[in-house]
């Protein structure tokens, strides 16, 4: 079983789990591990990290789907387990399935796996699995360290804290200055923009009306005033009814009102 194909199939995983070039390394780092704890896991804890990792994604994928076989896709088509990774076509030959269904299922892993809730989990799991590892070799932070950390973060807390409120405060003062301008903005503009629509709406009725009495649908400028008959409907319950008795059922039609539509047109 090779570290190296092993390792390398679980990069191109993730760079397809997590998109813009994730690797194991990256995803290290956003978990909050230092440069040289990544490079200490890489020589000296890579192979069972990555064989704790591989099985977590194992367990998960077949406990959602229930079936071993979607890993062991997974694991052919990117090596993860140290052998030279294969094409789906060679894969579903391997497992007697069609090269249509293989590629489908692929897809269905993939998909999966790309969830948020996936992402998530796997990240999770990868730091407790570090965590762990790196605890047993006692690669642990001295008390000192981590607490000049803290010194260091109480103190880049304060500085965005002070940030803010300066932001904030020199924010309101330019709103204060220009508030008289909106509102004397708001006064001239409001009147007319609701003059506007009042001529607007009573316009579209009269055109409504006009084309009601018309009988037919008109074009001008922008616009197509659609008429549009009235939907017919029939009363089901008073035909079935009324057909155990009589033939004629026309008196149960009924026929909606006309209406009219403003849609705006290509006008070249």
């Known amino acids: 079983m090779d570290i190296k194909t092993r390792w390398s199939g679980l990069d191109e995983l993730l760079g397809v789990i997590y998109g813009n070039g994730a690797r194991l390394?990256?995803?290290?780092?956003?978990?909050?591990?230092?440069?040289?704890?990544?490079?200490?896991?890489?020589?000296?804890?890579?192979?069972?990290?990555?064989?704790?990792?591989?099985?977590?994604?194992?367990?998960r994928l077949t406990s959602d789907s229930g079936k071993d076989t979607y890993y062991q896709i997974l694991s052919r088509r990117y090596g993860?387990?140290?052998?030279?990774?294969?094409?789906?076509?060679?894969?579903?030959?391997?497992?007697?399935?069609?090269?249509?269904?293989?590629?489908?299922?692929?897809?269905?892993?993939i998909h999966r796996c790309q969830s948020k809730t996936w992402q998530t989990e796997l990240k999770k799991?990868?730091?407790?699995?570090?965590v762990d590892q790196l605890g047993k070799m006692k690669d642990r932070p001295a008390r000192e360290y981590v607490a000049e950390k803290l010194e260091r973060l109480s103190s880049l807390r304060h500085a965005a804290e002070f940030t803010r409120l300066d932001y904030e405060t020199k924010r309101t003062e330019v709103l204060k200055q220009i508030q008289s301008e909106l509102e004397a903005l708001d006064s001239e503009y409001k009147p007319v923009l609701e003059r506007a629509e009042e001529n607007i709406a009573d316009l579209e009725n009269e055109i409504k009306t006009d084309v009601l009495l018309r009988?037919?649908?008109?074009?001008?400028?922008?616009?197509?005033?659609?008429?549009?008959?009235?939907?017919?409907?029939?009363?089901?319950?008073?035909?079935?009814?009324?057909?155990?008795?009589?033939?004629?059922?026309?008196?149960?039609?009924?026929?909606?009102?006309?209406?009219?539509?403003?849609?705006?047109?290509?006008?070249?």
């Not at 995803?27 to 490079?39: A, N, P, T, V």
């Not at 008429?227 to 009589?246: C, E, F, P, V």
Request: aromatic share 8%; with cysteine.
């Open 215 to 268: 009988g037919e649908s008109v074009s001008g400028g922008m616009y197509r005033a659609c008429y549009t008959q009235g939907r017919i409907s029939w009363d089901n319950d008073g035909m079935a009814k009324y057909a155990t008795l009589h033939p004629d059922v026309l008196q149960f039609r009924k026929q909606g009102q006309p209406i009219v539509s403003l849609r705006v047109v290509n006008k070249n």
């Open 125 to 130: 799991s990868l730091k407790y699995i570090v």
């Open 25 to 59: 390394s990256t995803l290290l780092f956003d978990l909050g591990f230092e440069r040289l704890q990544i490079e200490q896991i890489q020589e000296e804890h890579l192979e069972s990290i990555v064989s704790q990792f591989l099985e977590a994604i194992h367990k």
């Open 80 to 109: 993860l387990d140290g052998e030279p990774h294969q094409q789906l076509s060679t894969i579903a030959e391997k497992h007697a399935l069609s090269p249509e269904y293989v590629r489908q299922l692929f897809e269905e892993i």
